[in-house]
C-alpha cells in the first residue's frame, strides 16, 4: 500500500536544544493554571511536537482497562471506547515493558488505532510506526501514553531516554490526580483503608459518558446530590440512559457498596404491585406458599430505582406514598410496618407535572419524588457527544462480534451528528449495532462502517419516519391520517419495548391479539 505524502511532518528527530525546550514546557504544563482535561491536551501536543507523530493518546489505567483522557490525531469516538489490554496485543506488549516499545513495520499484531486516524485518507490505511510507553510509579501501572505514524521507522531516531522523561511525567500527572481524587474522598470518609479510597475515587471520578456542556452540568449535578440520601427524580425522553444516569448516582454514593434494586414500574401488574414491592406473608393470597420480601427490603442499606415510575396506577401510587415519605412497609397479609433504610431514585419521560394537574398521578407522591429532580437532555441537545457515544457502542459490537478491529469513516459520523435521533442513545445504540454487523459481513481485517451501512436515513437532519406504505404524508383523507399517526404510535411502543408485542400491547393499552391485527392492516408485519 502506498504511504501517502505526510507533508511537512518531521522526518528527523529534533535536535537537542528543541527537546530540552519541550521537556522544560511538558515540566511546566504540571503546574500551569489550566482545567485537567486542557493540561492533558497541552502535553499531547508537546509530545507530538518531540516525535512527529499523526496521531497519539494518553489512558489511564482503570479497573483492569485502558480508558482514553485525551487523544490527538485519531477520530473522536476513540473517546468512548475502553481499551482492555487482553484484546489489544500491542497494548499488552506496552504494559509488560518498563521501557519504550517500538513495533517493527512487519510486527502481525493489530494496532488498537487501525482505521481510526483522523482524516479520509487515512482511514483506511493501517499504522505504520508505532510506539509505545507504560506509566509506572514504582510497581504501581497509572496508564499509557502511545504514538501512531503511517510513515514507516518515524520514531526509531527518538532516543530512549528522551521517551522515558516524558513517560515520567506523563505519570506524574496521571498520579496526582488520583491522589487528589483519594484525598478528596478522606476528607468524606474517613478510617477507611486507603486502597479503598484509590479505588472508589476513580469510580467516583468516571464521567458520564460525553462532553457536551448540557452533560457536564448534569454531571456536576449528579456529584452534589449523589453524596446525600435525598430521592432523586430523573426525567427525559425516552432512550435518553435514566437507568446508565441511576447506576452512576448508586456507584457515586455513600451506599455504592449496598445493592443496587431496579424495578420497572411499567410491567407491574396492579394486583401484584404491591406484593412486589413490600412483600407477602404466606396465605396472604392464593398462591402465596410462603413469606417474601419485597424490593424494598432487598435494598436494605442501598438504593431503590423505580423506572418509568409515571406508569403507576393511582390504587399502587397510595401505597407508595407512606414508603417513600416515611421509609414504612407492610408486607401484604402481615399487620406489622416495620422501617427500611432505602434511598429512592425514580425515573419517568412523562412530565409528571401535567399528569398530576389531570390526575393521573398523585400531587403528593410527585413532591416526594421530586426532591432532587434531574432533566437528562435529549441527545440532539449533546453536540459533540455523538462520536464518542458512538465509539462506545462500536466498540462494544466489536467485542461481541469478536472482531479485530472496528472503525467508521468521517463522513458517516457526520451523517450521525445531522441527524435528530427521535429514540435518543437507545436509537443510536441499535443503529451502530447494525451497521457493524452490516460492515463486518465478509470482512476478515478492520472493518469500516461506511454510510451505506447505516439505516434509517433520509435527509440529514429529519426525524425517522415508519418505513413502508403506512407512513402517509401529512396531505390525505382523514382516514389516511389516523392510520398514518396508529402507525407512528405502533412503531414508538415498540421502540420503547425493545421490540417486544406483549410489552408494546401493555404500553398503549390494547390487547395483544389486537395490536397484531392493526399492525396488520397497516402493513407493518
Known amino acids: 500500500m502506498t504511504v501517502p505524502d505526510l507533508g511537512n511532518r518531521a522526518s528527523q528527530p529534533p535536535s537537542h536544544e528543541r527537546v530540552d525546550e519541550?521537556?522544560?514546557?511538558?515540566?511546566?504544563?504540571?503546574?500551569?493554571?489550566?482545567?485537567?482535561?486542557?493540561?492533558?491536551?497541552?502535553?499531547?501536543?508537546?509530545?507530538?511536537?518531540?516525535?512527529?507523530?499523526?496521531?497519539?493518546?494518553?489512558?489511564?489505567?482503570?479497573?483492569?482497562?485502558l480508558v482514553p483522557v485525551a487523544i490527538r490525531g485519531l477520530s473522536p469516538e476513540v473517546m468512548g471506547r475502553v481499551f482492555r489490554p487482553q484484546d489489544h496485543p500491542r497494548l499488552a506488549a506496552i504494559i509488560d515493558a518498563r521501557a519504550p516499545v517500538r513495533f517493527p513495520l512487519g510486527d502481525d499484531r493489530p494496532d488498537p488505532y487501525d482505521g481510526l486516524l483522523l482524516?479520509?485518507?487515512?482511514?483506511?490505511?493501517?499504522?505504520?510506526?508505532?510506539?509505545?510507553?507504560?506509566?509506572?510509579?514504582?510497581?504501581?501501572?497509572?496508564?499509557?501514553?502511545?504514538?501512531?505514524?503511517?510513515?514507516p521507522g518515524l520514531f526509531d531516531g527518538i532516543e530512549d531516554h528522551v521517551l522515558q522523561v516524558f513517560a515520567a511525567i506523563a505519570t506524574v500527572a496521571l498520579r496526582n490526580e488520583t491522589y487528589i481524587n483519594a484525598l478528596e474522598m478522606l476528607a468524606e470518609h474517613r478510617g477507611?483503608?486507603?486502597?479503598?479510597?484509590?479505588?472508589?475515587?476513580?469510580?467516583?471520578?468516571?464521567?458520564?459518558?460525553?462532553?457536551s456542556q448540557a452533560m457536564c452540568d448534569l454531571d456536576r449535578e449528579i456529584d452534589i446530590v449523589a453524596r446525600s440520601d435525598l430521592t432523586v427524580l430523573l426525567m427525559g425522553e425516552t432512550g435518553v440512559g435514566k437507568e446508565v444516569l441511576a447506576r452512576i448516582i448508586h456507584s457515586r454514593s455513600l451506599r455504592s457498596r449496598q445493592p443496587l434494586v431496579h424495578v420497572n414500574c411499567a410491567a407491574l401488574p396492579e394486583s401484584l404491585a404491591e406484593s412486589e414491592l413490600f412483600g407477602h406473608v404466606r396465605g396472604a393470597f392464593?398462591?402465596?406458599?410462603?413469606?417474601?420480601?419485597?424490593?424494598?427490603?432487598?435494598?436494605?442499606?442501598?438504593?431503590?430505582f423505580l423506572d418509568e415510575v409515571g406508569e403507576l396506577p393511582?390504587?399502587?401510587?397510595?401505597?407508595?406514598?407512606?414508603?417513600?415519605?416515611?421509609?414504612e412497609i407492610q408486607r401484604v397479609g402481615s399487620d406489622r410496618a416495620h422501617r427500611v433504610d432505602v434511598r429512592i431514585i425514580a425515573a419517568t419521560n412523562r412530565l409528571l407535572p401535567t399528569e398530576v394537574r389531570e390526575g393521573r398521578f398523585r400531587a403528593d407522591l410527585y413532591?416526594?419524588?421530586?426532591?432532587?429532580?434531574?432533566?437528562?437532555?435529549?441527545?440532539?441537545?449533546?453536540?459533540?457527544?455523538?462520536?464518542?457515544?458512538?465509539?462506545?457502542?462500536?466498540?462494544?459490537?466489536r467485542i461481541r462480534l469478536g472482531l479485530k478491529q472496528l472503525a467508521m469513516t468521517p463522513v458517516a459520523l457526520k451523517l450521525l451528528e445531522?441527524?435528530?435521533?427521535?429514540?435518543?442513545?437507545?436509537?443510536?445504540?441499535?443503529?451502530?449495532?447494525?451497521?457493524?454487523?452490516?460492515?463486518?459481513?465478509?470482512?476478515?481485517?478492520?472493518?469500516?462502517?461506511?454510510?451505506?451501512?447505516?439505516?434509517?436515513?433520509?435527509?440529514?437532519?429529519?426525524?425517522?419516519?415508519?418505513?413502508?406504505s403506512h407512513a402517509a404524508p401529512m396531505g390525505g383523507t382523514l382516514s389516511e391520517r389516523v392510520d398514518a399517526f396508529q402507525a407512528r404510535l405502533i412503531q414508538s411502543a415498540l421502540a420503547d419495548a425493545g421490540g417486544n408485542w406483549a410489552d408494546a400491547a401493555r404500553r398503549l393499552g390494547v390487547d395483544r391479539g389486537n395490536l397484531h391485527r392493526l399492525a396488520k392492516r397497516l402493513r407493518m408485519k
Not at 421530586?370 to 459490537?397: C, K, N, T
Not at 435518543?424 to 461506511?450: F, P, Q, S, T, Y
Open 22 to 65: 519541550l521537556i522544560r514546557n511538558a515540566v511546566f504544563n504540571l503546574t500551569a493554571d489550566l482545567s485537567i482535561k486542557e493540561r492533558h491536551h497541552r502535553f499531547l501536543d508537546l509530545f507530538s511536537a518531540l516525535t512527529g507523530n499523526q496521531a497519539c493518546a494518553l489512558l489511564r489505567f482503570q479497573e483492569g482497562v
Open 418 to 468: 445531522s441527524y435528530s435521533w427521535p429514540g435518543n442513545v437507545r436509537e443510536l445504540e441499535h443503529v451502530m449495532l447494525r451497521a457493524a454487523l452490516r460492515a463486518a459481513d465478509g470482512c476478515d481485517a478492520v472493518a469500516v462502517i461506511e454510510p451505506e451501512h447505516l439505516d434509517g436515513w433520509r435527509n440529514a437532519g429529519e426525524s425517522a419516519e415508519p418505513s413502508g
Open 192 to 211: 477507611q483503608v486507603a486502597a479503598e479510597l484509590v479505588s472508589e475515587a476513580l469510580q467516583r471520578s468516571h464521567p458520564v459518558l460525553g462532553e
Open 286 to 304: 392464593t398462591g402465596a406458599a410462603s413469606d417474601r420480601a419485597g424490593k424494598f427490603e432487598l435494598a436494605e442499606g442501598g438504593t431503590l
Open 367 to 397: 413532591h416526594r419524588l421530586s426532591m432532587y429532580p434531574l432533566h437528562v437532555p435529549p441527545l440532539r441537545e449533546r453536540g459533540g457527544d455523538i462520536a464518542i457515544l458512538a465509539g462506545h457502542f462500536l466498540e462494544q459490537a
Open 314 to 327: 393511582l390504587a399502587v401510587q397510595a401505597k407508595l406514598l407512606r414508603a417513600v415519605q416515611f421509609g
Open 119 to 151: 482524516g479520509d485518507e487515512s482511514a483506511r490505511l493501517p499504522v505504520h510506526a508505532c510506539l509505545g510507553c507504560s506509566l509506572y510509579n514504582e510497581s504501581r501501572l497509572f496508564g499509557v501514553l502511545t504514538a501512531d505514524a503511517l510513515q
